[in-house]
């Protein structure tokens, strides 16, 4: 694994110097790979800030690629704070090396399943071991809602592009919902189900 701090303009902005993002960057990331058991000697995270999808209300974003290839951005500004802005980089790594992880064992698919599954284990791992808050301001479904959402959009589309406008708080509901019944049904912990399909973890969610 390597963490690449690209060059750009955009540092010249930020409050907080290079090394001290690089730093905080690489203590996170060697905890993530840790906790995740399986070394990924290929693993790519690349840095640069100012990349447009920054999360409006957190400062920080993170995009995985495939298995090898990470990128983590954030508002040069630092707008929360300096322990806001450490606790939330953290979080953004731990879920793009979920994804990575998950990615690595089973490549992306059209499947809106995988997609959902995807986004489950990413944040259960962020929420359960880097205290991530990812989505919690929309966990407002009842389970009768996330079951309809599941069998109306998420088991019969074949592509992402065929949920609602509205997909993605729904996507992390019903994915975080399938991971935690897994979770509860299996004993298993979110770092074991990164090793199951998303059908798998589906059938041990016991749903439909």
Known sequence: MKIHILESEDWAKCTLSKEDVSKWITESAEEASALLLDVMPTLNIIVKPSLPHISNNKGVGGSTYDYELVDITFDTAIPLGVDK???????????????????????????????????????????????????????????????????????TSTRYSDVPDDSQGMVYQVGVWLVDRAIKNSGNNVVELTHLSPDEILQMADII
């Open 85 to 155: 802005f450490r606790k939330y980089l953290r979080e953004a790594i731990f879920h793009e090396m979920n994804h990575a992880m998950y990615s690595r064992f089973f490549p992306r698919e059209g499947r809106q399943l995988y997609w959902t599954v995807l986004e489950g284990l990413g944040t259960v791992f962020d929420r359960d071991y880097a205290d991530g808050e990812h989505f919690t301001n929309v966990e407002t479904a009842t389970d009768k809602e996330k079951l309809g959402w599941l069998n109306k959009y998420i088991v």
